[in-house]
């Protein structure tokens, strides 16, 4: 990636903690994303956090995958949020993986939630937005969170800003950030998190994450997560910057980069 250059506004030089390793919609490198198998082996590698992302069918029934174009990871061409769920759930969600992942279907919010809530480790929701179900996603997916009884700490996030003022409306217990996708200006970013200044986190792109973001965050008691870093020159950059999670799809390689770096790859 193209290093963004540093400014005074973060002393990239000070003592840092170990960042958290985050598995991007479970341990994607190895399972197919957003599955049960994904969200076990993220588990397994030792993982400080799982992400993972939730639509809604058309029968409001939450469910885990990143596409509302449900084509993108099967065989069938259609939308979440008009297909009923029994139709999702009958659809072969690990095939595009591997022949050997064949038949592993999309779970339910429910279900990847019950997978992760034993193990001490951090849950990143991320609530992608669908054509007129901000509303229903905000409260039926912050009603199923906020009744789980999780080890870990749990943050609820997406790039919809209707959506977050939805679960503050909705759901004020439930700790909530903000998806930062590009490199956008100061005036922009202040903006931002200004008018969200109840959110918990920011979580920042590797373009978006930059030394001025990083600054208004601090300021603003915010904690900062990076995505998608899958290089060692990515999570050196994220390190550098002082983040508290990095977001990655290779979860065994940034573990084996932090511990080269600290002797522990940090929880």
């Not at 503050?168 to 922009?188: C, D, M, N, T, Y």
């Not at 600054?215 to 998608?228: D, E, I, S």
């Not at 994220?238 to 940090?266: P, W």
Request: net charge neutral; glycine share 8%; charged share 25%.
């Amino acid at each position: 990636m193209e290093r963004l250059e540093m400014n005074p506004l973060v002393d990239v030089s000070a003592p840092r903690a170990i960042p958290k390793v985050v598995a991007h919609r479970g341990a994607r490198s190895e399972a197919p994303e957003n599955t049960l198998p994904a969200i076990a082996r993220a588990i397994e590698l030792g993982a400080g956090g799982i992400e993972f992302d939730v639509l809604l069918t058309q029968d409001k029934v939450p469910v885990v995958t990143h596409d509302d174009d449900l084509s993108v990871l099967t065989h069938y061409r259609g939308y979440a949020h008009s297909t009923p769920f029994a139709t999702v759930r009958s659809l072969d969600a690990g095939a595009h993986k591997s022949a050997a992942m064949s038949g592993v279907t999309m779970p339910t919010l429910a279900e990847a939630l019950e997978a992760i809530e034993r193990h001490d480790v951090l849950t990143i929701v991320e609530i992608k937005a669908q054509p007129g179900m901000h509303a229903s996603a905000a409260e039926l997916i912050g009603g199923i969170v906020g009744d789980f009884r999780m080890r870990g700490p749990v943050v609820i996030s997406s790039a919809s800003v209707r959506i977050i003022r939805e679960l503050r409306r909705r759901h004020p217990k439930i700790e909530r950030a903000a998806i930062v996708k590009g490199r956008i200006s100061s005036f922009l970013a202040s903006a931002l998190l200004s008018r969200a200044e109840k959110l918990s986190g920011v979580h920042a792109s590797l373009e978006a994450l930059t030394p001025g973001l990083m600054q208004r965050c601090r300021q603003r008691g915010l904690h900062v997560h990076a995505w998608t870093a899958n290089t060692a020159d990515e999570i050196d950059h994220c390190m550098a910057l002082g983040v508290d999670g990095i977001i990655t799809d290779d979860v065994a390689l940034a573990r084996r980069h932090l511990e080269e770096k600290f002797g522990s790859a940090g929880r």
